[in-house]
Every structure is written in structure tokens, then in C-alpha cells.
């Protein structure tokens, strides 16, 4: 157990770039999430995977965010033209199938983000 | 929607001594799942302690437990025998049963002194 892993650490982009960050959950995790978290702030739900469906998002997702998980393994959160309003820790979680509360969510590092 | 609401922003205990952490929480869910997370300078999160809604026994995990009152909302965490590793950030997190999304408090900074 490796842990998950988010790439890249720290991104600095102009406003008006797109960025993409990638996570790669724990092996056997088949259940992905995204979550933003400001400064002092507590993470906010962004998306949802099971599989390589995405079966929740959040209003907070708008439409220059898009996240995919093709395979089913790994996953990329990409956000077209970039707004100062994005900067924020943008955290990855895998779990295991089962209930949500007999298999807790594992989190990443995070990828944090600066819009300048 | 939920809301979850952490009105400590900042809280510090002497090493060895006892804090509790304070959570409420608002929803019209019967059964629910209460969570505390652990955020350490490193910023991964870890799940500190669980607790079912529909179980009245209150959590304990080794220094950690947890009050929970379900008709006040309320679902605090109280650490005993504090160290300096349980300096970190620390969250109160709500899932609704079979649900996918955690809702998350503002967090309550946490300093253990020496």
C-alpha cells in the first residue's frame, strides 16, 4: 500500500491557463473522489468515481472543470482558463467497495494550486 | 443540505492534558455517520475516529473518543493524554447512510504545547 499519490505538488499558472493534475489512488480503491480546500477552510466535494463512472458531482464543478478517470485506475482534474478564484489545495481520496463508512477515505498529499 | 459547524477555530492544550473539540452538525437524516480527520502540517488527512448514528455508545479509539448527542447535534472529540503529535488541524466530517460525499466543518486548529 503505496498510499495515493497526487501530481504535482505545487502548480504557480497565469490566469486564463488550464492546468491538469493527476491522482493515482491506492491499487485495489475502485471508489475516487475530488475535493477543493481553500485556506483555512475545510474540504469541499468536487466529483466522485466508482470505476471510471462518475456518478456525482458537485455544483461547485463548474464548466471549466472536468475530471475523468478512463481506465478506471488513475484520474485527472483539468480546469480550462484558470480564475485567481481557483487557487486551493485540491485533494484526492480513494476507498475500497463496500459501505462508505466501513471503508473510510484515504487521502493524497494534494496538488496545491496558485493563480496569479 | 448538511452544515457542519466547528466554532473553534483555534485551541491549544498543554502536553498531557485533555482538550475537547466541538462539532455540531445540522440535517434532517435519520441515519448518518460522524467522522473526525486529523490534518498534520504535511496536510494528508487521516480519519481519527467514527460514529454511527444509530449506535448510542459513544467511539473510543485508544486517547481518542468522542460525546456524541444526537438529539442536540452535537459530536465532539476529546483527546486524552495530549502529545505533541496531535498538533494538526483537526475536521468534523458528516455522510449520510449509503451516501458517497463527506461534508466537511471549517476546522479547529489544534497546538499541543511542551
Known amino acids: 500500500d503505496t498510499g495515493v499519490s497526487q501530481n504535482p505538488r505545487h502548480k504557480i499558472t497565469k490566469r486564463g491557463q488550464n492546468v491538469t493534475f493527476r491522482c493515482d489512488p491506492i491499487?485495489?480503491?475502485?471508489?475516487l473522489y475530488w475535493y477543493r480546500q481553500t485556506l483555512g477552510q475545510g474540504p469541499e466535494f468536487l466529483t466522485y468515481?466508482?470505476?471510471?463512472?462518475?456518478?456525482?458531482k458537485s455544483r461547485l464543478l463548474s464548466d471549466r472543470f472536468s475530471a475523468e478517470r478512463p481506465k478506471g485506475s488513475f484520474s485527472t482534474l483539468e480546469i480550462q482558463r484558470t480564475e485567481q478564484g481557483d487557487s486551493a489545495m485540491y485533494l484526492c481520496?480513494?476507498?475500497?467497495?463496500?459501505?462508505?463508512?466501513?471503508?473510510?477515505?484515504?487521502f493524497g498529499n494534494g496538488t496545491r494550486l496558485t493563480v496569479t | 443540505a448538511q452544515t457542519v459547524t466547528q466554532s473553534q477555530p483555534e485551541m491549544s492544550v498543554q502536553e498531557a492534558e485533555t482538550v475537547t473539540l466541538s462539532c455540531t452538525y445540522d440535517?434532517?437524516?435519520?441515519?448518518?455517520?460522524l467522522f473526525w480527520y486529523k490534518q498534520p502540517p504535511s496536510r494528508q488527512m487521516i480519519l481519527v475516529i467514527r460514529?454511527?448514528?444509530?449506535?448510542?455508545q459513544n467511539a473510543t479509539e485508544n486517547r481518542f473518543s468522542v460525546n456524541f448527542q444526537k438529539a442536540a447535534k452535537s459530536f465532539s472529540l476529546k483527546i486524552s493524554d495530549s502529545q505533541l503529535g496531535d498538533t494538526a488541524m483537526y475536521f468534523c466530517?458528516?455522510?449520510?447512510?449509503?451516501?458517497?460525499?463527506?461534508?466537511f466543518g471549517g476546522g479547529t486548529r489544534l497546538m499541543v504545547k511542551p
Open positions: 481520496a480513494s476507498s475500497p467497495e463496500g459501505s462508505s463508512y466501513n471503508s473510510p477515505l484515504h
Open positions: 440535517t434532517s437524516e435519520n441515519n448518518y455517520y
Open positions: 468515481f466508482q470505476n471510471e463512472a462518475q456518478l456525482e
Open positions: 460514529q454511527e448514528a444509530y449506535k448510542q
Open positions: 491499487s485495489e480503491h475502485n471508489r
Open positions: 466530517a458528516f455522510m449520510k447512510d449509503a451516501g458517497n460525499m463527506l461534508t
